[in-house]
């Protein structure tokens, strides 16, 4: 069986601070790896997506992901935030048939 | 338009009742998802249909069931609503075994009282 864990439950952050979350999963496979956004009221939009190659992978809105297979890990990362990166943030992963996703980090961009 | 859109947005239903979300999706993919999130848990999968005929249990299935109605169409029933369903809804679509990237709709908030 395939799970996945995220570090944080809820990060807070000023604008223009560094963003790193956590994501660690448990698959003795092949995986995809994915980063999904949800803003406030709104449905999940996909950040960015690692399927084979460079494990450095960049998504939308200046995010950034690194795949560390020793690791079993997926960490999401942003240089400068801002306040519109407020959301909260699910890493999954596709071991097998299905996506299993975290529990989620919820991110608060302060002005 | 929304490629994957779902009614109602929001419902709020008793104890006891029978109640039906439903998904529709223009994208053309074969796969389709039935999703429950809650605060601190993330999303689970209820159940899966990878195409007309094949429908399969997820994590959380008890209380639930589906009908897949036509590639586009996907709904999802519970029989006797309980309070502890009371959550926010969402469905995906996948095109086949693509990698596995889902395509959520906006989601059903759903209260059971």
Redesign the interface.
Known sequence: AQS?S?HN?HVILSEAASLELGCNYSYGGTV?L?W?VQYPG?????LL?Y?SGDPLVKGIKGFEAEFIKSKFSFNLRKPSVQWSDTAEY?CAV?GDY???????TTVTVRA | DADVTQTPRNRITKTGKRIMLECSQTKGHDRM?W?RQDP??????IY?SFDVKDINK?EISDGYSVSRQAQAKFSLSLESAIPNQTALY?C?TSDGDR?????????TRLTVT
Do not use: M
């Not at chain 1, 299905?98 to 989620?104: E, I, N, R, V």
């Open positions: 996945v995220q439950h995809n994915f999904y709104q449905h999940l939009q996909l997506k399927f699910f596709k299905k996506l299993s996703f975290g529990a989620g | 998802y999703y601190g848990l993330g999303l689970r999968l899966y997820g969402f995906a990698g596995g990237e889902q395509y959520f709709g906006p989601g």
